[in-house]
């Protein structure tokens, strides 16, 4: 009987030496315990076509007489078209010169491998960051630069066949404005919705690309609109 009157009741059980000796060195090894850890982790593209894991690159339309004809086509007319030697500065375009046949659509690829992120974690934020290249460029319509999946056929490489394997779901809240993209000299931040969160893959490949808003939209180049993407095989991009 305690202080304030109520009774209370003891069990006890005996232990041999070697369990008590047992459980002095390892006290409390019973107590479930909960270890929450937060992962900031940055990810890039493997160099080369094919790259080891990943790879990043260009694909190109040779200049079409009809927008949707440049804009559908399903294999591509060439590969890093607009890199140079390396390839090391890219460009994405949606372009109408004027001048028959004047439609041309580039697009970009990035592939990164996340799956150190682990089925079992919970991706709470996440941003692609694409640096602007060196060699000018032009907004002509007033255009963005949209952040979308793309679904080519492997994870380390890019073929022709993969030209129409872009999507057009965007995976930001909030596009980079070709003036910004000209403007930034340097880093592009995208910033991944909530809803767009789940399609990074903590197993594997996470493939995003870069498309010209007038291309994602639907709606056909009036002027040039081309801005210069680094890659990979650029210094000091990864």
């Known amino acids: ?23 002095r060195r390892v006290p409390f090894s019973w107590l479930p315990r909960i270890i929450k850890r937060a992962l900031a982790a940055d990810f890039f593209p ?19 007489s009809e927008w949707v004809t440049a804009r559908d086509l399903s294999v591509a007319d060439g590969l890093d078209g607009g890199c140079g030697a390396g390839p090391t500065d890219c460009i994405i375009r949606a372009n109408n010169d004027g001048v028959d046949p004047e439609f041309q659509i580039i697009r970009m690829g990035f592939n990164y491998d996340t799956s150190s992120i682990g089925a079992g974690s919970t991706i709470s934020a996440a941003t692609v960051t694409i ?12 255009t963005y630069i949209g952040l979308v999946l793309n679904t080519w056929a ?9 030209m129409d394997q872009f999507g057009t779901s965007k995976q930001t809240d909030t596009d980079v404005t070709g003036a ?16 767009s969160l789940a399609n990074i893959n903590k197993t594997g490949v996470t493939k995003y690309g870069i498309r010209v808003g007038r291309d994602i939209d639907n709606s056909a180049a009036t002027a040039d609109n081309l801005y210069y993407v680094k890659t990979s095989e650029t210094t000091g991009t990864a």
């Open 1 to 23: 009987k305690d202080f304030t009157g109520k009774y209370w009741q003891a069990d006890y059980h005996t232990i041999s030496p070697e369990e008590y000796e047992l459980k």
């Open 46 to 64: 493997d160099t080369g076509n094919p790259g080891a894991v990943t790879a990043d690159g260009e694909l190109d339309t040779d200049p079409k």
């Open 131 to 142: 640096y602007e290249g060196a060699g000018g460029g032009g907004d002509g319509d007033v």
């Open 154 to 162: 492997s994870d380390n490489a890019y073929v022709t066949a993969d």
């Open 180 to 195: 910004a993209w000209l403007a930034s000299n340097g880093a592009n931040t995208f910033t991944i919705n909530s809803a």
